[in-house]
């Protein structure tokens, strides 16, 4: 650089060697790692995945609500999440019996009763919650019937009708 500074590039002799831009070169930019040795394991790490797995008393703390619906032959039980999202199906082995568009009908019909009844008690439990912070309880009730994608607990009542209507009819 030019002028009346004091600095100058020139007087800088670490800038002078630039070794990714020689051609006798012989190693690799990772070279750089060498000597990184990495995290050293925690005590008792035996590299296995039953670390991850936690014991049955933190299992049982944190168990998750479902809501299961069983048809009235007791055939096909289905379990969901209080959002309605089915968890698992259980058949009962005399389902052998039955084709394989019954057996998935029935399945699907099961499912929509579970599914009512799950998201019908978040609705209870939204509708509980809105009147401890002292909101009335028809408004609430309103609000969350209104707002909010549940299942009323008279819809989910005549869905668990509908499905043992259904088995009475011979379907």
């Not at 070794?19 to 050293?40: N, V």
């Not at 008792?44 to 609500?65: N, Q, T």
């Not at 809105?130 to 819809?155: K, V, W």
């Amino acid at each position: 650089m030019s002028g009346d500074d004091d600095w100058d590039d020139d007087e800088i002799p670490s800038f002078d060697h630039v070794p990714h831009l020689q051609d006798d070169d012989d190693g690799s930019a990772l070279d750089a790692f060498d000597g990184f040795t990495g995290a050293e394991d925690p005590p008792g790490a035996s590299g296995d995945l039953d670390a991850l797995v936690g014991s049955d008393e933190e299992a049982d703390e944190e168990e998750i609500p479902l809501i299961s619906a069983t048809n009235p032959p007791g055939t096909v039980t289905v379990t969901a999440y209080l959002n309605g999202v089915v968890h698992r199906v259980d058949l009962a082995p005399s389902v052998v019996n039955a084709t394989e568009a019954e057996l998935a009908e029935e399945i699907r019909v099961v499912a929509d009763v579970a599914a009512k009844k799950a998201t019908s008690a978040m609705h209870i439990l939204s509708v509980e919650l809105l009147a401890a912070q002292g909101i009335d309880r028809d408004t609430a009730t309103e609000f969350i019937s209104e707002r909010m994608p549940f299942a009323q607990p008279a819809q989910a009542r005549a869905a668990e009708a509908d499905l043992v209507a259904r088995h009475a009819d011979g379907r």
